[in-house]
């Protein structure tokens, strides 16, 4: 079975960075990020934490990320800098190809994921949670600013946008983005992801 980090860093960004610092008496922004869009390219890494049969598992790795309106495109990166996998998700499979193994196909990737870790992973979240959307509980959609942070997800998530590339600028995009799992079922106690974006190169 494939490792959990060739899976893991699928979803996004790098691990320890910390927030840009605001004072406590300073106002939030309350600008919103840009309008959502099809074709975007990023780069970032991941820091997983989770508990399992008793036991805690923290995961680290990087990637790219390419999207378009019908397909998704993530490269994996081992810590060390290696290429270790290539994620490809269209409308009909996702599939996941690690140098010398056989490919692996699934119709979705939620279930590439399940079928591989044991459990779903959020990576049809993120093609919005990257951007700062998301849907929340009561179906409505969620638009995020620096003064409107945090949202529980429809599908038991509650997202922080703990930092942004630039909280001041007219139109902020997310920098650190927390996930953590409330709703659980699955194979694991708790889960918490850290994903943390590069700046964008204009």
Do not use: H
Request: proline residues 6%; aromatic residues 6%; glycine residues 6%.
């Amino acid at each position: 079975m494939i490792r959990p980090l060739l899976i893991a860093a699928a979803i996004a960004t790098l691990a320890t960075l910390s927030g840009c610092a605001t004072t406590a008496s300073a106002p939030r922004s309350s600008a919103a990020v840009a309008a959502y869009q099809d074709n975007i390219e990023l780069a970032g890494g991941i820091f997983i934490s989770y508990t399992r049969d008793g036991k805690r598992e923290p995961l680290n790795g990087s990637f790219t990320w390419r999207q378009t309106k019908s397909t998704t495109d993530v490269s994996l990166i081992s810590p060390t800098g290696q290429t270790v996998a290539v994620i490809n998700v269209t409308p009909r499979a996702a599939t996941l190809t690690e140098g010398g193994k056989r490919p692996q196909t699934a119709p979705d990737l939620d279930t590439l994921t399940a079928q591989t870790l044991g459990w779903t992973l959020p990576v049809s979240g993120l093609r919005d949670w990257l951007q700062g959307y998301a849907t929340d509980r009561d179906g409505k959609r969620f638009v995020a600013s620096p003064a409107n942070d945090n949202v529980i997800t429809r599908d038991g998530w509650k997202l922080e946008y703990v930092s942004w590339q630039d909280e001041t600028a007219a139109v902020p995009r997310p920098k650190r983005i927390d996930a953590t799992r409330i709703v659980l079922g699955e194979a694991v106690d708790d889960m918490q992801i850290r994903i943390v974006i590069r700046p964008q190169q204009q």
